[in-house]
């Protein structure tokens, strides 16, 4: 059964950073892409960052690009988001995600962690 | 960056009622498009992708159809399970994008 387990969501001050982790089970990490979508209270979805399973190649929004970074250790089944400078804007549930497909659409999603930026 | 436009924003229906979402892209995506529906504090479900293909497990009264900018998604009789909102997504570019969201409420 495929699990996808986030962590390190928290209360931020505006400018300060935050380390996501997303810990995957149930398939072979290291071979599929994996991606961070994010959702603000009462709105729509809004993907933030891919990375490739060998961890070479990666993409960002526009919105994130310069103050996130998306990383993997495969040898811990583990996703991660760094997210620096953060605005009150970046305030969200954060879900990882992926899908055999590819690095496309969804198949399985996270339950979510709650970032708030707020001073 | 690709934008998706949904509509209508709500969609009021009776149980047993045929309906049908709109989703409409900015440029050409192809028929690389994904439907998902979201109930209130769950994670998203993938229902449809290249735009009409039903994801495992996903029942046939779900159907996606269109390709280039304009999308349908149908449901041929809404269950009571169905009420939740619905997104589009496009992953023929990067940034991948979704669209702002359908609510299917009881009327």
């Known amino acids: 059964e495929v699990q996808l387990l986030e962590s390190g969501g928290g209360l931020v001050q505006p400018g300060g950073s935050l380390r996501l982790s997303c810990v995957a089970s149930g398939f072979t990490f290291s071979t599929y892409a994996m991606s961070w979508v994010r959702q603000a209270p009462g709105k729509g979805l809004e993907w933030v960052s891919a990375?490739?399973?060998?961890?070479?190649?990666?993409y960002h929004a526009d919105s994130v690009k310069g103050r996130f970074t998306i990383s993997r250790d495969n040898s811990k089944n583990t996703l991660f988001l760094q997210m620096n400078s953060l605005r009150a804007e970046d305030t969200a549930l954060y879900y990882c995600a992926y899908s055999p497909g590819g690095w496309n659409y969804f198949d399985y999603w996270g339950q979510g962690t709650l970032v708030t930026v707020s001073s | 960056e690709i934008v998706m436009t949904q509509s209508p924003a709500t969609l009021s229906v009776t149980p047993g009622e045929r309906v049908t979402l709109s989703c409409r892209a900015s440029?050409?995506?192809?028929?690389?498009l994904a439907w998902y529906q979201q109930k209130p504090g769950q994670a998203p479900r993938l229902l449809i992708y290249?735009?009409?293909t039903r994801a495992t497990g996903i029942p046939a009264r779900f159907s996606g159809n269109g390709s280039g900018t304009e999308f349908t998604l149908t449901i041929s009789s809404l269950q009571s399970e169905d009420f939740a909102v619905y997104y589009c997504q496009q992953y023929n570019n990067w940034p991948r994008t979704f669209g702002g969201g359908t609510k299917v409420e009881i009327k």
């Open positions: 290249g735009a009409s």
């Open positions: 990375i490739s399973g060998s961890g070479a190649n990666t």
């Open positions: 440029q050409s995506v192809s028929s690389n």
